[in-house]
């Protein structure tokens, strides 16, 4: 049974650039977190999407923006990228009362 | 606001040496609490999580917690610690058995010295 599963691995974006991230949640499961992780920091929530719909959203400009499609994976995209937003980019996935399921995440860097 | 604190922001001990990982929150109402581990350039495995059920709760590789309210503290423990453990730690507060939103601590970087 596949976990949650992100795309690419890593990425090298130029300043100003835009980028997509990519997502698949694990089987059964239809809510999916994204999450920023800063070096040595811990994760910081970015939003959360069911049935399609933005249902939470953390303290991120609105560059930051994501959309989830109707067999529930889910892309984040951020715009105009700044030095700032190089950082581990995590999705993690959930179904009802269950916790999150974390995937590997997305290795960013703007340079 | 709900916030955690992760007291030390580097452990080092010894093989088969005990294990104590701080975390302090807080919260206006019950949380829910967990702990995930993090091993370098992997994502976040959950190890346990408190949701009010019993206050000591036991998670996976030998990894236990205790939730105290009256000390606003979900300290993780383990009484032999292996050279495996070595990796990142974060414990996160939900308000909601959902998790639809998790506030992370700053991690604490476990060392094991054989």
């Known amino acids: 049974d596949a976990g949650v599963t992100q795309s690419p691995t890593h990425l090298i974006k130029t300043r100003g650039q835009q980028v997509t991230l990519r997502c698949s949640p694990k089987?059964?499961?239809?809510?999916v977190s994204w999450y920023q992780q800063a070096l040595g920091q811990g994760p910081q929530f970015i939003f959360q999407?069911?049935?399609?719909?933005?249902?939470q959203r953390g303290n991120f400009p609105d560059r930051f923006s994501g959309h989830q499609f109707p067999n529930y994976s889910s892309e984040l995209n951020v715009n105009a990228l700044l030095l700032g937003d190089s950082a581990l980019y995590l999705c993690?996935?959930?179904?009802?009362?269950?916790?999150?399921?974390f995937g590997s995440g997305t290795r960013l860097t703007v340079v | 606001a709900q916030s955690v604190t992760q007291l030390g922001s580097h452990v080092s001990v010894s093989e088969g040496a005990l294990v104590l990982l701080r975390c302090n929150y807080s919260?206006?109402?019950?949380?829910?609490l967990f702990w995930y581990v993090q091993y370098p350039n992997q994502g976040l495995q959950l190890l346990l999580k408190?949701?009010?059920?019993?206050?000591l709760v036991k998670g996976i590789n030998g990894f236990e917690a205790e939730f105290k309210k009256s000390e606003t503290s979900f300290h993780l423990t383990k009484p032999s610690a292996h050279m495996s453990d070595a990796a990142e730690y974060f414990c996160?507060?939900?308000?909601?058995?959902?998790?639809?939103?998790?506030?992370f601590g700053q991690g604490t970087r476990l060392t094991i010295n054989p």
């Open positions: 993690a996935s959930s179904s009802g009362t269950g916790s999150p399921t």
């Open positions: 089987s059964g499961h239809d809510t």
């Open positions: 999407y069911y049935e399609e719909e933005e249902r």
């Open positions: 919260s206006s109402v019950p949380p829910y």
């Open positions: 408190y949701t009010s059920a019993a206050t």
């Open positions: 996160a507060v939900s308000f909601t058995q959902g998790a639809q939103k998790l506030v």
